[in-house]
């Protein structure tokens, strides 16, 4: 069976590696399934313990509305800046050298300014003053100074016209930093290969909320205008549908199976439909929750976070000392990449 198994639309069989499982997003009724290509067929399924989100869908309800409005808002956010394709290709390249990568942020001053500083900055910086990029950039090494790059060509994802919702996505922005700095720290010290990769990955993991933001902020009546008037619905309604809507979105700015999963499955790994993206996907969860812990959250009161108590912790065999390893300078780096944005 190579429709989607819940309404029947015919997915692009192109969605689907050579190998391996992925995740997708009907675009028909947006239902999440797996598509896994067996010799020259494509099999989907549904994923275990999810219900049908049509029947979140009743009419007049804020589920219906959402999903009325969903294509337009995906459509209408701003896509992948091609400087973080740029950035995860050079990086998947074994052979790709500084002066490469130095080059690309010197095409770009927000980047090459926000290198600078890093380099210059208490966390970073050495006995001398910095005042070349190139030696920015060697006193950084190049997976910091992607790091760097993927958070300034992003920031401009997280905006909003509304302004009752401007402190929301500010606190988003922060939490989404914190945890790709979290992700990509935790995959180092997990020896995990493609570190740039998980630092997007943790950037990009609730971008679903950028969306439904975007069309609570512009809905002129009916329930998502209501939202703009009850902060703790609004924060409900982004949190219960934000990992489909993620999926959607990094579906189309075609990225790779890994962000898929890392998305939807961020609140819960155990969703993943690949093994091989399990440890990809609890390691963005521990990230979450570590930046949420360090006071980078957008809830709107103070929720103990237990770290250990995580299943994601379990899995990924971490100790109190290792977490507390993680966190020990962790606002200072995630201050010093948000500088100035």
């Known amino acids: 069976m190579t429709a989607c198994p819940y309404c029947g639309v015919e997915p692009p069989v192109a969605r689907v590696p050579a190998e391996g499982s992925v995740l997708c997003a009907c675009d028909g009724c947006l239902n999440p399934y797996v598509m896994t290509r067996d010799e020259d067929s494509v099999q989907s399924r549904t994923m275990p313990r999810m219900r049908d989100v049509r029947t979140l869908a009743a009419e007049g309800s804020i589920g219906a509305e959402l999903f009325k409005g969903m294509d337009k808002a995906v459509e209408s956010l701003p896509v992948l800046p091609e400087l973080s394709q740029r950035i995860i290709e050079m990086m998947d390249d074994p052979d790709v050298a500084m002066p490469a990568v130095a080059d690309v942020v010197r095409s770009e001053q927000v980047i090459a300014v926000r290198v600078m500083r890093m380099a ?114 609004c924060s409900e309604v982004i949190e219960n549908f934000h990992m489909l809507v993620g999926l959607l979105i990094v579906q189309r700015w075609d990225l790779p199976p890994e962000f898929s999963i890392t998305t939807f499955c961020h609140h819960d790994p155990s969703l993943c439909p690949d093994p091989v993206h399990v440890a990809t996907a609890n390691v963005v969860c521990l990230a979450d929750a570590i930046a949420r812990a360090e006071g980078y959250t957008t809830a709107l009161t103070d929720e103990p976070v237990y770290l250990m108590a995580l299943p994601s912790s379990l899995y990924l065999n971490m100790t109190d000392i290792r977490l507390a390893s993680l966190r020990v300078d962790l606002a200072d780096k995630v201050e010093v990449l948000m500088e100035d944005t």
């Open 120 to 233: 210059n900055s208490a966390v970073y910086g050495g006995l001398q003053e910095i005042k070349d990029l190139d030696a920015a950039c060697g006193r950084l090494g190049m997976k910091l100074v992607a790091n760097a790059a993927q958070t300034a060509v992003s920031r401009n994802l997280f905006a909003t016209s509304s302004q009752p919702l401007k402190d929301y996505m500010k606190a988003l922005w922060r939490h989404s930093v914190a945890t790709a700095h979290t992700a990509n720290e935790l995959a180092r010290l997990l020896s995990m290969p493609r570190l740039e990769r998980m630092f997007l990955a943790g950037l990009v993991h609730d971008i679903g909320k950028l969306s439904i933001i975007q069309l609570i902020s512009t809905a002129k009546s009916g329930p998502l205008a209501g939202l703009r008037d009850s902060p703790e619905l």
